[in-house]
Antibody, heavy 122, light 110 residues
């Protein structure tokens, strides 16, 4: 059974950098898209970005200048870095795996982590 | 890219059918086969219910079905049950190979 687990600091100061890691167990990380999605309290889902294990990262146009996503196949994990955070970046951050079917890797996200709450506050 | 448009809320009685719409543009829903739907219960991670416009992942009830016409995708739940109550989100890949979500729809089972 594939499991994803987010980890990282729950509190980040304004203007600083948010760093999260998603550890994948139950299946090798190779040959999948790995996504980051967030959700403000009481709000909807927002796609942050993703990376294929052997490709280049892609991110939401609204966050592109502040987002870095990387994959570490040796440790079976992937990471998110969001720079220059503000209170608007507060919310639950999810990592998720892209659904792979028939040699197509981008059907949506089938496995999700439980989410980790990040608060931006001084 | 703008969020896809969903109704804020829908409701139905047990046994009835409901449909949630998801309207996008010719840069996403209208031209994409990568349209998916997620169910989210309070405090839980989203769960994939429909992918590829109308495909159901293994284990998802056949009461859930998806379709698309033009720039609007739809999720239909038939034989509504109390456990279906929650928030539903559509999502589409865009022509820029990014993804965009809808604003979410709260389903209430009366």
């Amino acid at each position: 059974q594939v499991q994803l687990q987010e980890s990282g600091p729950g509190l980040v100061k304004p203007s600083e950098t948010l760093s999260l890691t998603c550890t994948v167990s139950g299946d090798p990380i190779n040959n999948y898209y790995w996504n980051w999605i967030r959700q403000p309290a009481g709000g909807g889902l927002e796609w942050i970005g993703r990376m294929f294990t052997s490709g280049s990262p892609e991110s939401s146009p609204s966050l592109k200048s502040r987002v870095t996503i990387s994959v570490d196949t040796s440790k079976n994990l992937f990471s998110l870095i969001l720079s220059s955070v503000t209170a608007a970046d507060t919310g639950v951050y999810y990592c998720a795996r892209g659904l792979r079917e028939n040699d197509d890797y981008d059907w949506g996200s089938d496995y999700w982590g439980q989410g980790t709450l990040v608060t931006v506050s001084s | 890219q703008s969020a896809l448009t969903q109704p804020a809320s829908v409701s139905g009685s047990p046994g009835q059918s409901i449909t949630i719409s998801c309207t996008g543009t010719t840069s996403d829903v209208g031209v994409s086969k990568y349209v998916s739907w997620y169910q989210q219960h309070s405090g839980k991670a989203p769960k994939l219910m429909i992918y590829g416009v109308s495909k159901r992942p293994s284990g998802v009830s056949i009461r859930f079905s998806g379709s698309k016409s033009g720039n609007t995708a739809s999720l239909t739940i038939s034989g509504l049950q109390a456990e279906d109550e929650g928030d539903y989100y559509c999502s589409s890949r865009t022509t820029s190979h990014t993804w965009v979500f809808g604003g979410g729809t709260k389903l209430t089972v009366l």
